[in-house]
């Protein structure tokens, strides 16, 4: 099976950093595309940035200038970057990977998430 394994939150003050990692394993034979995306308290599921294998990035207006994705396709790895951090940005974040095991066809894959507390 593929699991994506997050790893990096936590509590943060207002304008502090925190950077996410995730790292893809098991059974995935290729990866089209890596993201986040975060779940607010009382909110759905939304999403974050995204990065494809060629680099082209994507990201929320809300988190634009203040997040940076970055990714290794050689380690199936993405990382998330988050700068001048707001209280609005608590949310759990989930690892996305839109991927193919072989001969399959292409799919999300998930991970469990990881808290992201941004408070005073």
């Known amino acids: 099976q593929v699991q994506l394994v997050e790893a990096g939150g936590g509590l943060v003050q207002p304008g502090g950093s925190l950077r996410l990692s995730c790292a893809a394993s098991?059974?995935?034979?290729?990866?089209?595309?890596m993201g986040w995306y975060r779940q607010a308290p009382g909110k759905e599921r939304a999403l974050v940035a995204t990065?494809?294998?060629?680099?082209?990035?994507n990201y929320a207006d809300s988190v634009k200038g203040r997040f940076t994705i970055s990714r290794d396709n050689a380690k199936n790895t993405v990382a998330l970057q988050m700068n001048s951090l707001k209280p609005e940005d608590t949310a759990v974040y989930y690892c996305?990977?839109?991927?193919?095991?072989?001969?399959?066809?292409?799919?999300?894959?998930w991970g469990k998430g990881t808290l992201v507390t941004v408070s005073s």
């Open positions: 098991g059974s995935i034979f290729g990866i089209n595309a």
């Open positions: 990065i494809t294998s060629a680099g082209s990035t």
């Open positions: 996305n990977a839109n991927g193919y095991e072989r001969w399959g066809a292409s799919r999300d894959y």
